[in-house]
């Protein structure tokens, strides 16, 4: 069980979308539509943004998108806020267990 | 309301071993799956196990297979995870979190218990 690839920060200016990626392999982000994306706060409990590779839990805004592709699933935010400064994980299914990414930090310029 | 709290985390020796419980409250604890998932300080995330509603089915890490074991008292609303042979790169915060019932994957997660492994 190797943990996909994250890029481990990103940045962006208020309003720039940004996208992160998660690359894993055929056992997991490529072999399943169950990747999650969660953002975390420091010292907070991670929170479910994005789930089923693309959809949104309600209550979160619709600037936070998925979309997978082969091994890789990225999660987009467009519309830049500051609140959205923050860690961000992909987790994959990947038979019988589970896998996080390495997490991405990103900060909002 | 959907609570997760976890207790039972503090300092211990290598070698030591520690009970983790998690007791909940606002959901249906007997119809969901529940999980462990770790973070080192200044890590990420690393997913430990998880166990099926009546308990019947166990799924490990690699890397903590044989070392931690996962359990639930549904009398009691509570998940355990009994941490064995400690080594100080276990050192972490524990979350509890609960699958969802909708879709594949954690949807809440406690707010963790801080497990220091030192001499």
């Known amino acids: 069980q190797s943990a996909p690839t994250q890029p481990r920060s990103v940045s962006g200016s208020p309003g720039q979308s940004v996208t992160i990626s998660c690359t894993g392999t055929s056992n997991d982000v490529g072999g399943y539509n169950y990747v999650l994306w969660y953002q975390q706060y420091p010292g907070k409990a991670p929170k479910v943004m994005i789930y089923d590779v693309s959809k949104r839990p309600s209550g979160v805004p619709d600037r936070f998108s998925g979309s997978k592709s082969g091994n890789t699933a990225s999660l987009t935010i467009s519309g830049l806020q500051a609140e959205d400064e923050a860690d961000y994980y992909c987790c994959s299914y990947a038979d019988t267990l589970w896998v996080f990414g390495g997490g991405t930090k990103l900060t909002v310029l | 309301e959907v609570h997760l709290v976890e207790s039972g985390g503090g300092l211990v020796q290598p070698g030591g071993s520690l009970r983790l419980s998690c007791v909940v409250s606002?959901?249906?604890?007997?119809?969901?799956?529940m999980g462990w998932v770790r973070q080192a300080p200044g890590k990420g995330l690393e997913w430990l196990a998880n166990i099926k509603q009546d308990g019947s089915e166990k799924h490990y890490a690699d890397s903590v297979k044989g070392q931690f074991t996962i359990s639930r008292d549904n009398a009691k609303n509570s998940l355990y995870l009994q941490l064995h042979s400690l080594r100080v790169e276990d050192t972490a915060v524990y979350y509890c979190a609960k699958y969802s019932g909708i879709y594949y994957g954690l949807d809440y997660w406690g707010q963790g218990t801080l497990v220091t492994v030192s001499s």
């Open positions: 606002g959901f249906t604890f007997n119809n969901s799956w």
